[in-house]
């Protein structure tokens, strides 16, 4: 049995979940999201709690029952309170500002760096060298920041450049530190 797949997901006051043929639909307070689930996995749902179940040890039933309860825990949670990635940005003359649904980037280029949030995305400014993405849906949350890295990723010599917030960016030692 899964570890994961054999938890039971617990759905918070004002999240609904209907499922029809294996699609999953869950409506709450920030929106709604729907996810298609394999046909080899059984979703039910029995006093506000819902169960993920497979029907044999097969090694395609096995490595989809993690993966659906995992998704659908993950739109319960995106519905009720959201995701959420944090970019930092270090070096002489990097900043970001916004605006209107627009973000705007001088990452050293000869140019400034465009890009209009997706939708069911946005992104925040708190100061000129941080950058917030917030959504519901946690593939698009994460793709995105993503993306936003990889405008100017950090370079292993003096970490100059976009990262998360929570990551630690190993440096290289110059020509110089050579004996």
Do not use: C, W
């Not at 209907?18 to 307070?29: A, E, F, I, R, S």
């Not at 996810?35 to 097969?58: A, C």
């Not at 959504?135 to 994460?142: C, F, N």
Request: aromatic fraction near 4%; proline fraction near 5%; avoid cysteine.
């Amino acid at each position: 049995m899964s570890r994961i797949g054999k938890l039971p997901v617990t759905l918070p006051a004002g999240v609904e979940v209907t499922v029809d043929d294996n699609l999953v639909t869950v409506k709450g307070p920030k929106g709604q999201l729907q996810e298609k689930i394999s046909n080899l996995i059984k979703v039910e749902m029995q006093d506000g709690v819902l169960t993920v179940s497979r029907d044999s040890d097969d090694k395609e039933h096995r490595s989809a029952h993690g993966l659906s309860r995992t998704l659908i825990n993950n739109m319960v949670t995106g519905v009720s309170n959201g995701f959420e990635k944090k970019l930092s940005i270090l070096g002489v003359g990097y900043r970001a500002e916004k605006k209107g649904n627009t973000l705007v980037m001088a990452l050293g280029y000869s140019h400034p760096i465009e890009m209009v949030d997706p939708e069911g995305i946005s992104t925040e400014v708190p100061s000129p060298t941080e950058i917030v993405v917030r959504g519901i849906d946690k593939a698009l949350v994460g793709n995105y920041a993503a993306i936003i890295r990889s405008k100017r990723a950090p370079e292993p010599y003096k970490g100059k450049g976009i990262r998360y917030a929570d990551e630690v960016v190993r440096t290289k030692e110059g020509k110089t530190g050579k004996k």
